[in-house]
């Protein structure tokens, strides 16, 4: 089993910026992938970032070039620095970890979801 604590989100203006980090803890393999989705009213979960353990990033599209992931493998811990937001960045932050282990040279993979933390950004 896996835990996921997610930093609070909160209430910032347009232009601002936050942080977010997320502290994994339990049964982390390593290989595995830490990574932020979110969900905004209305709207499907999207990918926002992610990082795997060998520090390979993958960013959604329209946060290309405003956020950035990082994590701190000692620590089991994933940040996600917010510059630049937005209005339409308001949602739902979820934390993701995706362990992945090989048996019997069949790749498998198990994700575990953080219960998830409110960014609103006000226009």
């Known amino acids: 089993q896996v835990q996921l604590v997610e930093s609070e989100g909160g209430l910032v203006q347009a232009g601002g910026s936050l942080r977010l980090s997320c502290a994994a803890s339990?049964?982390?393999?390593?290989?595995?992938?830490m990574g932020w989705y979110r969900q905004g009213p209305g709207k499907q979960r999207e990918l926002v970032a992610a990082?795997?353990?060998?520090?390979?990033?993958n960013y959604g599209e329209s946060v290309k070039g405003r956020f950035t992931i990082s994590r701190d493998n000692a620590k089991n811990t994933v940040y996600l620095q917010m510059n630049s937001l937005k209005p339409q960045d308001t949602a739902v932050y979820y934390c993701k970890l995706i362990n992945r282990w090989t048996i019997l040279g069949t790749l498998k993979e198990y994700a575990y979801w953080g219960q998830g933390t409110q960014v609103t950004v006000s226009s």
């Open positions: 990082i795997t353990s060998g520090s390979s990033v």
């Open positions: 339990g049964t982390i393999f390593s290989d595995n992938t």
